[in-house]
């Protein structure tokens, strides 16, 4: 097997030839988000173009910049290196012409290597960039993902090498010395959860990837495993080392078939040069590494659940202990960490536990990944010091699109919490200050939340979604649930009954006694709304109104003009609603399913009213026989 | 095709896999990749392969959403179920697809030709509301667009 050395001396020149080409190149962003906006008919009209227009075309990952996807940086020989977005491939041509010997200013997003020039800002001076270190995602967007050589060229593998010449325990003092912890949301110290499996008896001992990032509105990981995929094996690499785990599995939901592609081809190309296999680059380390897909399960997130998953099972989580450091997949010790936890290890021994503790605060040293998406201006993935505040993020993001008002923040997935603006705005984001608000900060998704949106809406949602995902294993988690949604549900008809706050509460207290944290933390979005948004509970349950017009069952649609437009809104009515009088329209209101498709093409002539504001509302749900006074809340232990 | 036939052809497919390997789901995705679902019979020919009981097998194939027990539509329409969309109306592209096309999610139309699947949250918010057309996706939409699009889609030989 080649050395080191003699790996680097092969991949440098397969990097300098695209970090420093001799004629102009074009950089196609190839990623999930990318390629739904057409990036792959990009690349390939580039290349068309390039082939007689003196340029040439290769691909990247993901820079973070969803916004602007299809995403293209060009580097020219003596020119600056430029990012560019929205290039279609209908922009192409006109596009490669200015590009390929200028600055090409109608896609410019930034100049990456310098001041600005021409009117175009240098990409550090945008709000999007300035919060940024970009310290995990150094490569992203940066190198191509499919060849090592790049990862290689720029340091790859030598944190592993270095890493593997320290005594063991040092090693793992260092990580968690760094005050490193999960960034999956929980928040667990790395370097002690890699101690645990060192310290486990039993062999062989297993490491376990988490990339079944399934909160929704999260893609951290994602972007990591499409754009980097030696970094996370650089990190497993180490605590292999570290532990002394022999094998090692990266679980990959089922959403995220790019990634998984990226991560096989990652494994297969280390296994070749000797990276992974029997004796890692010749220190000694036994170590490799397999993806299990995934196939669509919320709880496999869970550690416990996903290690059922690996093992023949549903996935179901089950209670601790044993911990996984002592039986995990296949029975034997295994520690399990995620995507981004793997990706900060080695990122922080690469860089060193001095300038890493410069970044961040006290408590939480270092850097964050987040995804912004929802009601903001600019969508896409960022990383960040901890204890950033929400606003700063916010801002970042460009704000909340069209003129509206911030309303809430929904971070973390449907378990961690939602938060109004005034409580969210001024939060730094790190763990702790969310604690005693009731909630989490969660894995990095951020998803922003402008005052259009319905409380109750949204509950609808989440509750339907921790029903549905529940494994079903303990009662309280599985019918809470279901008994959760019921009430969303029919408050949102209109049916809410006088009691349901109380029972709301009830079953919050009720919930912590589940087996896992899908149960015990299933409350948590409930409770935060309860807990800020009480007046719009009662809008719905005793006004029998919905303020933001979005509950079914609380509103009506009405034509309210005459127009033209309405013959068009008859004709697109999936429902076939509408109905004729003498020339006269109106809406079938027990036909029409308030799909909002007659509002999109006639906004002027159709309005949205509450369905009770001269009507009486419709009779409570049956449930509505409990007097309030009779739900007992459990109190807590 | 007799059922010893697609006995023999399942166990070919699935032969590389081995018992207390944690080998059940790449098994259960090969054989949903060859047929396009996971027949029934599938599951007898997994258990055997992976000496675990039929009904462990059948948990797990029931447990997953991604695993279809009925044969795929010739177009699935993924709907995204995720927070970007939904606060940004993908519940009116939900209704709106559901009452064009005649069917709910996990349903297909009666002739097969399109199907509804449930999807979550891919993290390409940027087009939301969105729905995947043979995992392309689609969007932003409002209900009208989907309307027409889910039209085009019936119209589609």
Same mark, same amino acid.
């Given at each position: 097997?080649?050395?080191?050395?003699?790996?680097?001396?092969?991949?440098?020149?397969?990097?300098?030839?695209?970090?420093?080409?001799?004629?102009?190149?074009?950089? &196609?962003?190839?990623?999930?988000?990318?390629?739904?906006?057409?990036?792959?008919?990009?690349? $390939?009209?580039?290349?068309?173009?390039?082939?007689?227009?003196?340029?040439?075309?290769?691909?990247?990952?993901?820079?973070?910049?969803?916004?602007?996807?299809?995403?293209?940086?060009?580097?020219?020989?003596?020119?600056?290196?430029?990012?560019?977005?929205?290039?279609?491939?209908?922009?192409?041509?006109?596009?490669?012409?200015?590009?390929?010997?200028?600055? $090409?200013?109608?896609?410019?997003?930034?100049?990456?290597?310098?001041?600005?020039?021409?009117?175009?800002?240098?990409?550090?001076?945008?709000?999007?960039?300035?919060?940024?270190?970009?310290?995990?995602?150094?490569?992203?967007?940066?190198?191509?993902?499919?060849?090592?050589?790049?990862?290689?060229?720029?340091?790859?593998?030598?944190?592993?090498?270095?890493?593997?010449?320290?005594?063991?325990?040092?090693?793992?003092?260092?990580?968690?010395?760094?005050?490193?912890?999960?960034?999956?949301?929980?928040?667990?110290?790395?370097?002690?959860?890699?101690?645990?499996?060192?310290?486990?008896?039993?062999?062989?001992?297993?490491?376990?990837?988490?990339?079944?990032?399934?909160?929704?509105?999260?893609?951290?990981?994602?972007?990591?495993?499409?754009?980097?995929?030696?970094?996370?094996?650089?990190?497993?690499?180490?605590?292999?080392?570290?532990?002394?785990?022999?094998?090692?599995?990266?679980?990959?939901?089922?959403?995220?078939?790019?990634?998984?592609?990226?991560?096989?081809?990652?494994?297969?190309?280390?296994?070749?040069?000797?990276?992974?296999?029997? +004796?890692?680059?010749?220190? /000694?380390?036994?170590?490799?590494?397999?993806?299990?897909?995934?196939?669509? $399960?919320?709880?496999?997130?869970?550690?416990?659940?996903?290690?059922?998953?690996?093992?023949?099972?549903?996935?179901?989580?089950?209670?601790?202990?044993?911990?996984?450091?002592?039986?995990?997949?296949?029975?034997?010790?295994?520690? &399990?960490?995620?995507?981004?936890?793997?990706?900060?290890?080695?990122?922080?021994?690469?860089?060193?536990?001095?300038?890493?503790? +410069?970044?961040?605060?006290?408590?939480?040293?270092?850097?964050?990944?987040?995804?912004?998406?929802?009601?903001?201006?600019?969508?896409?993935?960022?990383?960040?010091?901890?204890?950033?505040?929400?606003?700063?993020?916010?801002?970042?993001?460009?704000?909340?699109?069209?003129?509206?008002?911030?309303?809430?923040?929904?971070?973390?997935?449907?378990?961690?919490? *939602?938060?109004?603006?005034?409580?969210?705005?001024?939060?730094?984001?790190?763990?702790?200050?969310?604690?005693?608000?009731?909630?989490?900060?969660?894995?990095?998704?951020?998803?922003?939340?402008?005052?259009?949106?319905?409380?109750?809406?949204?509950?609808?949602?989440?509750?339907?979604?921790?029903?549905?995902?529940?494994?079903?294993?303990?009662?309280?988690?599985?019918? /809470?649930?279901?008994?959760?949604?019921?009430?969303?549900?029919?408050?949102?008809?209109?049916?809410?009954?006088?009691?349901?706050?109380?029972?709301?509460?009830?079953?919050?207290?009720?919930?912590?006694?589940? +087996?896992?944290?899908?149960?015990? *933390?299933?409350?948590?979005?409930?409770?935060?709304?309860?807990?800020?948004?009480?007046?719009?509970?009662?809008?719905?349950?005793?006004?029998?109104?919905?303020?933001?017009?979005?509950?079914?069952?609380?509103?009506?649609?009405?034509?309210?003009?005459?127009? $033209?437009?309405?013959?068009?809104?008859?004709?697109?009515?999936?429902?076939?609603?509408?109905?004729?009088?003498?020339?006269?329209?109106?809406?079938?209101?027990?036909?029409?399913?308030?799909?909002?498709?007659?509002?999109?093409?006639?906004?002027?002539?159709?309005?949205?009213?509450?369905?009770?504001?001269?009507?009486?509302?419709?009779?409570?749900?049956?449930?509505?026989?409990?007097?309030?006074?009779?739900?007992?809340?459990?109190?807590?232990? | 095709?007799?059922?010893?036939?697609?006995?023999?052809?399942?166990?070919?497919?699935?032969?590389?896999?081995?018992?207390?390997?944690?080998?059940?789901?790449?098994?259960?995705?090969?054989?949903?990749?060859?047929?396009?679902?996971?027949?029934?019979?599938?599951?007898?020919?997994?258990?055997?392969?992976?000496?675990?009981?039929?009904?462990?097998?059948?948990?797990?194939?029931?447990?997953?959403?991604?695993?279809?027990?009925?044969?795929?539509?010739?177009?699935?329409?993924?709907?995204?179920?995720?927070?970007?969309?939904?606060?940004?109306?993908?519940?009116?592209?939900?209704?709106? =697809?559901?009452?064009?096309?005649?069917?709910?999610?996990?349903?297909?139309?009666?002739?097969?030709?399109?199907?509804?699947?449930?999807?979550?949250?891919?993290?390409?918010?940027?087009?939301?509301?969105?729905?995947?057309?043979?995992?392309?996706?689609?969007?932003? =939409?409002?209900?009208?667009?989907?309307?027409?699009?889910?039209?085009?889609?019936?119209?589609?030989?």
């Amino acid at each position: 097997m080649p050395s080191y050395d003699d790996l680097r001396a092969t991949a440098e020149p397969a990097w300098h030839a695209v970090a420093m080409p001799s004629r102009p190149l074009f950089v &196609v962003s190839l990623n999930t988000s990318s390629i739904a906006s057409g990036a792959e008919a990009t690349l $390939a009209a580039l290349r068309e173009l390039g082939a007689s227009g003196g340029f040439d075309v290769t691909a990247t990952g993901d820079t973070g910049v969803s916004w602007a996807e299809p995403v293209v940086e060009v580097r020219r020989p003596g020119g600056p290196a430029v990012l560019y977005g929205n290039v279609t491939a209908e922009a192409a041509p006109a596009f490669a012409r200015a590009a390929v010997s200028g600055i $090409a200013r109608e896609h410019a997003i930034g100049i990456i290597d310098g001041p600005a020039r021409e009117g175009v800002p240098a990409l550090a001076d945008l709000d999007w960039y300035r919060l940024q270190v970009r310290w995990m995602m150094r490569n992203c967007g940066v190198i191509d993902p499919e060849d090592i050589a790049h990862y290689i060229a720029r340091d790859g593998y030598a944190t592993f090498l270095r890493c593997a010449a320290m005594d063991r325990d040092e090693l793992i003092q260092v990580v968690t010395g760094s005050t490193l912890r999960g960034h999956s949301g929980s928040f667990f110290s790395t370097g002690t959860k890699w101690k645990f499996l060192k310290d486990a008896r039993a062999e062989p001992k297993y490491l376990v990837c988490n990339a079944d990032e399934g909160d929704p509105g999260a893609w951290v990981n994602r972007v990591i495993m499409e754009s980097d995929p030696h970094l996370i094996l650089e990190g497993m690499l180490i605590a292999s080392y570290a532990s002394g785990a022999t094998y090692g599995w990266i679980y990959l939901r089922d959403e995220y078939p790019l990634a998984n592609r990226r991560m096989n081809m990652a494994i297969a190309q280390a296994r070749e040069r000797g990276i992974l296999g029997e +004796n890692a680059l010749g220190t /000694g380390v036994r170590f490799d590494v397999e993806v299990v897909r995934g196939a669509g $399960a919320y709880v496999c997130g869970d550690e416990t659940g996903l290690i059922s998953s690996i093992n023949d099972m549903r996935g179901m989580p089950r209670i601790k202990p044993p911990f996984p450091a002592q039986q995990g997949v296949l029975e034997k010790p295994t520690n &399990v960490n995620n995507v981004e936890t793997y990706a900060a290890a080695a990122t922080l021994l690469r860089i060193g536990a001095d300038e890493f503790s +410069n970044v961040g605060t006290e408590a939480n040293r270092g850097t964050k990944m987040f995804t912004v998406s929802g009601a903001v201006a600019r969508t896409g993935c960022l990383e960040v010091p901890f204890g950033t505040k929400v606003s700063e993020l916010l801002d970042a993001a460009g704000g909340i699109a069209g003129g509206l008002a911030f309303k809430a923040m929904q971070q973390g997935g449907p378990l961690s919490g *939602l938060l109004p603006a005034h409580v969210a705005a001024g939060l730094p984001l790190e763990p702790e200050p969310f604690r005693p608000l009731g909630a989490g900060m969660g894995g990095g998704g951020i998803v922003f939340v402008d005052e259009t949106a319905c409380v109750i809406d949204l509950n609808n949602m989440v509750s339907w979604f921790l029903e549905d995902e529940s494994c079903g294993r303990c009662t309280t988690c599985r019918g /809470g649930n279901q008994r959760m949604y019921e009430i969303f549900r029919r408050t949102a008809r209109g049916e809410a009954h006088p009691a349901d706050p109380q029972l709301l509460e009830s079953l919050s207290a009720t919930f912590q006694y589940s +087996n896992c944290f899908h149960g015990s *933390l299933s409350p948590v979005i409930m409770n935060n709304t309860m807990k800020y948004f009480r007046d719009e509970y009662d809008a719905h349950a005793v006004e029998h109104r919905c303020p933001a017009k979005a509950c079914p069952g609380l509103i009506r649609y009405v034509v309210e003009h005459q127009a $033209a437009a309405v013959a068009d809104a008859a004709a697109i009515c999936p429902a076939r609603a509408f109905v004729q009088d003498a020339g006269a329209w109106a809406i079938d209101d027990a036909k029409c399913i308030r799909c909002h498709a007659c509002k999109d093409v006639a906004p002027e002539a159709i309005a949205i009213v509450d369905k009770f504001a001269d009507a009486a509302p419709p009779p409570a749900s049956p449930l509505a026989t409990i007097a309030p006074e009779t739900v007992r809340v459990q109190a807590r232990p | 095709m007799l059922e010893n036939e697609a006995t023999l052809e399942i166990q070919h497919l699935v032969s590389e896999f081995k018992p207390g390997d944690g080998d059940l789901l790449a098994a259960l995705h090969k054989v949903q990749h060859h047929y396009g679902y996971v027949p029934k019979i599938a599951m007898r020919v997994v258990a055997r392969q992976l000496r675990l009981s039929e009904a462990r097998v059948y948990g797990a194939a029931t447990f997953y959403s991604e695993f279809r027990l009925i044969p795929p539509p010739r177009t699935l329409v993924g709907w995204c179920s995720g927070p970007a969309c939904r606060f940004k109306g993908g519940e009116h592209v939900r209704k709106a =697809l559901e009452a064009e096309l005649g069917i709910g999610m996990g349903e297909n139309t009666g002739d097969d030709k399109l199907g509804l699947h449930l999807a979550q949250c891919n993290g390409t918010c940027e087009h939301a509301p969105q729905i995947w057309v043979d995992g392309k996706v689609v969007g932003p =939409l409002d209900a009208a667009k989907t309307v027409r699009l889910a039209r085009e889609l019936k119209e589609q030989p």
